[in-house]
């Protein structure tokens, strides 16, 4: 069974730019979640998507947004791009109940 | 408070055992995980221990859970090299249907020949 696929593995934008990040969860897993990590804040919560809903929102501003397509597969969009955005991003994917499997990450860059 | 809380630094004697120790807020948790990440990489399920359980075992990885003092720790036995990492604590909060998970700031293993 594959693991979490995200992609790109690495990104560098210029700040004002948006950007958009993939998720591909394990095969059945309908849940993803989505966590940035920077070394000043550790890891933060995004947003969770169950079924093509968000049912659960971290406490970013309104230009980190997100999706979950019907075949479980999610995207994050940045807009209008800062400096404070160079973080990794990751995504998890699990089912309810269940324990929550991590991929690789984007390693965004913002110059 | 609201944070999940570990020690930052570990230093270790390779074949030695290491403990690393986190407390956690939420006493409805019912996942506590820990994950392993390596330079440039992402972050690798460990193990895990459900809420209800006091201990688990996995090879050279022993989790103990203390509900009432909200501890959890990972013992590795005889560390090696590789087990050089990040190591962080987390545990599930849950909010209704949905849920998120709460990490600590991680604690650095290092590996002294």
């Known amino acids: 069974k594959a693991g979490v696929t995200q992609t790109p593995r690495y990104l560098i934008k210029t700040r004002g730019q948006q950007v958009t990040l993939s998720c591909s969860p394990i095969?059945?897993?309908?849940?993803v979640s989505w966590y940035q990590q920077t070394p000043g804040q550790g890891l933060q919560f995004l947003f969770e998507?169950?079924?093509?809903?968000?049912?659960n929102k971290g406490n970013f501003p309104g230009r980190f947004s997100g999706r979950q397509f019907s075949n479980s597969r999610s995207e994050m969009n940045v807009s209008t791009l800062e400096l404070g955005d160079s973080a990794l991003y990751l995504c998890?994917?699990?089912?309810?109940?269940?324990?929550?499997?991590f991929g690789q990450g984007t390693r965004l860059t913002v110059v | 408070g609201e944070d999940v809380e570990q020690s930052l630094f570990l230093s270790v004697r390779e074949g030695d055992s290491s403990v690393i120790n986190c407390t956690y807020t939420d006493s409805s948790s019912t996942y506590l995980y820990w994950y392993k990440q390596e330079p440039g990489a992402g972050l690798q399920l460990l193990t895990y221990?459900?809420?209800?359980?006091d201990m688990k075992q996995d090879q050279r990885l022993t989790v103990l859970l203390n509900k009432k003092d909200k501890h959890l720790s990972l013992r590795i036995a005889d560390t090696q090299t590789g087990d050089s990492a990040i190591y962080f604590c987390a545990e599930t909060r849950r909010y209704s249907s949905a849920s998120k998970i709460i990490f600590g700031s991680g604690t650095r293993l290092s590996i002294r020949p």
């Open positions: 221990i459900f809420s209800n359980m």
């Open positions: 998890a994917s699990k089912e309810p109940n269940t324990e929550a499997f």
């Open positions: 998507y169950f079924s093509e809903t968000q049912r």
């Open positions: 095969s059945g897993h309908r849940s």
